[in-house]
């Protein structure tokens, strides 16, 4: 169907050069020396519509950061959707604590709400919502099931940005919001990450967390490191490169939001396939990926792995999202550690293995295909070809099989 390219993704923003060569010959390289990073922060808070935001190394280190001032301690548990990338809850063992997944609504991609109260124990402390390819978690449901059981919520914004859940930007509607910089995503960097809240003194206390514990604002100087802390410090340089990739961050958004719109009608079309249904209408996905569902039998049985192989040779990118990661070596790795048996006893580790059963989020890592956000900038003609792609495919799914 399609030979020509497709838009490239990061684009570079020459306006960035003057500033980024003044500040590396002058050597303020680091935040402590220099106003880029502050100048990011204020930006970013202002476009997120939030009171404050703390720019940090990587969104990884914003949800480090996140955690431990929100209080996830050793031993404690976080409810975690199991469709997301694995860093959102690499966090939570990192912090010596349990992520229990909360099954995923297939037709949503996102964490259902339903199911959180049957996760609940009385060591569960904190809830990760992910926005995972940038579409609104229902928050509503979210936050009230958070206030009822009294869990702090720390959303996993990092493919989120300018996603929005009842007119609010995703990331401000917790009680910290997490962002991630890095090269693909559509506010890129290289790497970086950001915490976004409205909390003064828990902002200071990320600040503080995130310069090594030192005194900041309401965190005062009882000594000279009154809380612990890390280095998860942004560079200079990350900001500049981040202050020049937003001017064209709105603008991507709204293309991404029409060519979306166009497929979601298109592709509905096509027997078998099923795209992302919002939580609410009043809702916008970020399209950090354009998801949809592939159901086989709908296509005479054609296995997904070849839908997409098919879909690849007829020039158009794709990929098949997460797989069932509630399986990984990691967490096995993690719950035979010493540190993990002295934490949780074995009928509590038991119980987690038996319960570790998410229908909703196998079928989802079986059914999905999603398309990577750059393609979202092409044009209507660009629309056109994956909707003629895959209406191809499928009137040749019999010699598919
Ligand atoms: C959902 C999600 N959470 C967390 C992260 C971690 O962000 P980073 O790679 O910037 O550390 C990512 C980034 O890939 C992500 O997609």
């Given at each position: 169907?399609?030979t020509?390219a497709w838009p490239?993704?990061p684009i570079?923003n020459?306006n960035?050069e003057?500033?980024i060569a ?13 106003e880029?990073v ?6 970013y808070?202002?476009l997120?519509?939030?009171k ?9 280190t ?6 431990h001032?929100?209080?996830v301690?050793a031993?404690?548990e ?5 469709y997301?990338?694995?860093?959102t809850y ?11 997944f909360?099954d ?5 991609f ?12 009385d060591r ?9 390819y940038?579409?609104p978690v229902d928050m ?6 958070a206030k009822?059981?009294?869990l702090?919520?720390?959303e ?5 940005w ?18 991630s ?7 890129p ?7 976004v809240g409205?909390n003064d003194?828990i902002m ?12 900041y604002?309401?965190?005062?100087r ?13 560079q200079?340089?990350?900001?500049l490169?981040l202050?020049s ?7 991507d ?9 166009y ?20 809702a ?10 592939f ?5 005479g049985?054609?296995?997904r792995e ?11 990118p ?6 069932k990661?509630?399986?990984d070596?990691?967490i096995e790795e ?7 048996k ?8 038991k119980q ?8 909703g989020?196998?079928q ?20 056109d ?5 895959i ?7 019999g010699?598919?099989?």
């Amino acid at each position: 169907m399609r030979t020509a390219a497709w838009p490239d993704w990061p684009i570079w923003n020459r306006n960035a050069e003057d500033g980024i060569a003044e500040m590396l010959r002058s050597g303020r390289w680091w935040r402590g020396s220099g106003e880029h990073v502050a100048e990011f922060e204020k930006k970013y808070a202002d476009l997120m519509g939030v009171k404050r935001c703390l720019a940090t190394a990587s969104g990884t280190t914003a949800l480090l950061v996140a955690t431990h001032v929100l209080g996830v301690d050793a031993g404690d548990e976080v409810l975690v959707s199991p469709y997301t990338f694995i860093a959102t809850y690499n966090v939570i063992f990192m912090n010596k604590a349990l992520p229990v997944f909360v099954d995923t609504d297939p037709k949503t991609f996102l964490i259902n709400p339903s199911k959180i109260e049957e996760r609940l124990t009385d060591r569960t402390s904190a809830i990760i919502p992910v926005h995972i390819y940038g579409l609104p978690v229902d928050m509503d449901r979210l936050n009230a099931a958070a206030k009822k059981h009294d869990l702090k919520v720390i959303e996993d914004a990092c493919q989120a940005w300018l996603g929005e859940y009842k007119g609010k930007k995703l990331g401000t509607l917790g009680d910290l919001g997490c962002f991630s910089f890095q090269n693909s995503k559509n506010l890129p960097a290289g790497e970086g990450g950001a915490v976004v809240g409205n909390n003064d003194k828990i902002m200071d206390r990320c600040y503080s967390f995130h310069n090594c514990g030192r005194p900041y604002q309401s965190v005062e100087r009882t000594s000279d490191y009154p809380i612990r802390g890390s280095n998860r410090r942004m560079q200079q340089i990350q900001a500049l490169i981040l202050l020049s990739q937003m001017e064209r961050i709105q603008k991507d958004a709204d293309v991404r939001l029409e060519n979306a719109k166009y497929l979601d009608k298109k592709l509905a079309e096509i027997p078998g396939i099923v795209p992302y249904k919002l939580v609410t209408e009043d809702a916008r996905s970020a399209y950090h990926l354009y998801p949809f569902r592939f159901i086989s039998k709908e296509f005479g049985n054609v296995k997904r792995e070849k839908f997409i192989q098919a879909l690849k040779a007829e020039g158009v990118p794709c990929s098949d999202g997460y797989g069932k990661q509630n399986h990984d070596g990691l967490i096995e790795e993690a719950l035979n550690s010493r540190g993990y048996k002295r934490l949780f006893s074995e009928k509590r580790l038991k119980q987690w293995r038996e319960e570790n059963v998410l229908p909703g989020n196998d079928q989802l890592t079986e059914e999905a295909v999603a398309f990577y956000q750059s393609i979202l900038l092409g044009t209507k003609s660009d629309m056109d070809d994956i909707v003629n792609a895959i209406t191809k495919i499928y009137e040749n799914r019999g010699s598919l099989v």
